[in-house]
């Protein structure tokens, strides 16, 4: 990662590094994917066959078709040393991945128009010691092009440089405590319309340049984003479903202060609720 991008994520919060994952190990996870669509009916000859989905929520069809591929090498091989490389570039020193299996994002498409969604906004770490330094990074990758409405994660990016004061928050209590900002306030309200205008417009809140991204791009591209920012699913209304993977990475200091935090909350320290809060949602 180069100077220009390594400042892009230390004001954003998020980077996009056009076509870092190789071809070969990109096409050898979406073809994975096809043959196990394929297995499962949903898939023929290159066309997907969306009309056989039965009235089950479409999550228990996500379910089934990725079971077969939650442990396939072709994922874990996706973390390359260039992406391992962009990843500590991003967080400033070694990190190291936070689950053992990367993860496939996988969405059929739903009828209806693109929304931005209200609920559902999260971040997937505790607010954890006050070292105002990237706790650790999260990495999305397209195995396939994904469009605007197509599925890709929407994300607040500028959001990392709020809550610095504050040093113990579950992803929760960081939720309610963004709320109080209208802007965030506005984001995950029902009754505010026009919601594309928080993809359009930057808004300063503090010394954060708040907008809302989504993650689009070609085979290939990766985003790399502050695991401080707020995210969401978003739906897809396209014509085929979204295939995205990502992995999580985290920062030696942060692997430390949640070992020490676990580490309390087994010898019987603090309350249920905050190891509640402090665990990663």
């Known amino acids: 990662m180069n100077r220009t991008a390594r400042e892009r994520f230390e004001a954003a919060g998020l980077v996009k590094l056009p076509g870092l994952l190789p071809d070969e190990l990109t096409s050898r996870a979406l073809r ?7 297995q499962a009916g949903v898939r023929r000859n290159g066309v997907w066959l969306l009309d056989q989905l039965t009235d089950e929520p479409l999550q228990r069809h996500n379910k089934r078709l990725l079971e077969g591929i939650r442990h ?56 954890l010691p006050n070292r105002r330094t990237t706790p650790g990074v999260q990495a999305f990758a397209m195995l396939d ?3 605007p409405g197509s599925g890709g994660t929407v994300v607040v ?21 963004l709320r109080r900002e209208r802007y965030f306030r506005e984001l995950m309200s029902k009754q505010v319309k026009h919601r594309g205008r928080f993809l359009r417009e930057t808004v300063r809140c ?26 969401s699913p978003a739906p897809n209304v396209s014509a085929a479903p979204r295939i995205m993977w990502t992995q999580r990475f985290l920062t030696e200091a942060t692997h430390d202060d ?19 809060a402090a665990a990663p949602s």
């Open 32 to 38: 994975l994917v096809y043959e196990k669509s394929e």
């Open 157 to 177: 990016q500028g959001g990392h440089r709020l809550l610095y004061d504050i040093p113990w928050l579950g992803s929760r209590q960081i939720t309610e405590r």
């Open 72 to 127: 396939a090498c072709v994922l874990a091989d996706l973390v390359t040393p260039g992406l391992e490389a962009a990843v500590e570039a991003a967080a400033g020193g070694p990190a190291r991945p936070m689950m053992k299996w990367p993860q496939l994002l996988f969405s059929f498409p739903q009828p209806g128009a693109w929304s931005l969604p209200e609920t559902t906004w999260h971040v997937d770490l505790p607010k």
């Open 145 to 147: 092009t994904v469009e």
């Open 258 to 276: 949640m070992t020490a935090l676990f580490a309390r909350m087994r010898a019987g320290y603090g309350t249920a609720g905050e190891a509640t």
């Open 206 to 231: 503090g010394d954060a340049d708040l907008r809302v991204v989504e993650l689009t791009g070609r085979r290939g591209d990766v985003y790399l984003i502050d695991m401080r920012l707020l995210h």
